[in-house]
């Protein structure tokens, strides 16, 4: 037991000894007071702040963004340049460029508007997010958040876990949960924010700018007024010299809403509001082509396949001379149709399809769809002459994915 004891004193020591040695093999930091120091590689600053036990600022920005050339002066001002010097690695990270904005995709990080300020600490993991102003008490005061474990972005869920909910921390934990992709907590928080926010305000611009900030949900309160009250929206987002803003943020909560976990089990009456929502916020003519998908299942679903057909004929026409989308649109009675009443109207939009085809990846699916649909009637024979088929030009495209086309030729003999 001596012998155990010892040898955990010196693992620990030589441990203690060595991360003392990582940090001491550093060169002291020089802090300048008169600029931002910034480090010119994301994965380099990511280690050194790694090696030095501090956070890495990331600030996410846009050339083309009024607001972020307006921080600009504010990086050079002595408070700011020696908070973030002497605190954190700083990095800026051009969201226009895709092998950085990569950086946060790989992190499952969403950026919904520019600028924002980020933190991550040694491990890459966000620990801390900011919309900013361009002041020095917003850039200061978002460190001192930053630096604070009990303030910081992470700290949020636990406080909400505990019961506190005032307006601060839900609209900050809604923000957060929007950008880290929580879909559950931000639809949760932001309909506590709904709950608790003054309703005779419900028409001011500090709802507009929660609604902004924080929504990704139809159903959300603040979402229902403001499609019913764009023109309100639009006077606010005019008079910060961004007219039109108002249908990009509506636009993205319908997004968000269809495309999200929910969206594919909605049926046809939330169908029809998300239509008259579009319709609201300026997009009317993108409906057909947004929700024909979810509205094919929807009737399948609701037991109404003839519809779901109609559809599937409505859409081939809208598509007029787009081979692809044919093809997608098989697809789609492919793995949906409960029958086999489909099978006429699929051949004859595959041979719609054919002629219009020209490149070996979408010729593959057209003869995978067209191999389905002859299992599905009976057809074994001519199926397997297109699976293979399939398979044949699938192998000639770079980077396919061949499990499908082997699993219907397997299932085929």
Known sequence: MRSIYLLLVLVFFGCKSNSQESQKDLPAKTVSTTEITWQPDFNAALAEAKQRGELLFVECY?????????????????????????????????????????????????????????????????????????????????????????????????????????????????????????????????????????????????????????VSDVDNGFAQYWFAHKDVAKAFETHEGHPGNEDNILGGIIQNSLYGKRGKDYDIAKLNKIKEYMRQSGAGQYVDAVTWEFETKAQIRENHPEKALAIGNKMINAYHGNGSAY???????????????????????????????????????????????????????????????????????????????????????
């Open 62 to 214: 846009l050339p083309t963004c009024p607001v972020c050339q307006s921080m600009e002066p504010f990086f050079k001002t002595p408070e700011v340049a020696k908070k973030y010097n002497s605190s954190f690695i700083n990095f800026k990270l051009d969201g226009g460029k895709a092998e950085l904005v990569k950086q946060l995709n790989d992190r499952n990080i969403w950026m919904p508007s520019f600028p924002q300020f980020l933190f991550f600490d040694g491990d890459g993991n966000l620990v801390h997010q900011s919309e900013v102003s361009p002041s020095i008490e917003s850039m200061v005061g978002i460190a001192d958040a930053a630096l604070d474990p009990n303030k910081r972005a992470s700290s949020y869920k636990k406080r909400y876990e505990n019961g506190e909910r005032n307006m601060d921390l839900l609209a900050n934990y809604a923000a957060f949960a929007r950008i880290t992709r929580d879909t559950t907590a931000g639809i949760e928080a932001a309909s506590e924010l709904f709950k608790i926010f003054p309703k005779d305000q419900i028409s001011t611009e500090l709802s507009w700018k929660l609604t902004k900030k924080c």
């Open 327 to 413: 093809v997608y649109i098989v697809r789609v009675f492919n793995d949906n149709f409960p029958n086999n009443n489909y099978l006429a109207d699929a051949r004859k939009w595959l041979e719609e399809a054919k002629p219009l085809l020209n490149q070996d990846n979408m010729k593959a699916e057209y003869f995978y769809e067209s191999a389905r649909i002859y299992q599905k009637a009976g057809d074994k024979v001519k199926a397997k002459i297109d699976a293979e088929q399939a398979k044949a030009l699938a192998v000639k495209t770079a980077g396919t994915n061949m499990a499908k086309f082997d699993a219907l030729l397997s299932s085929l003999n």
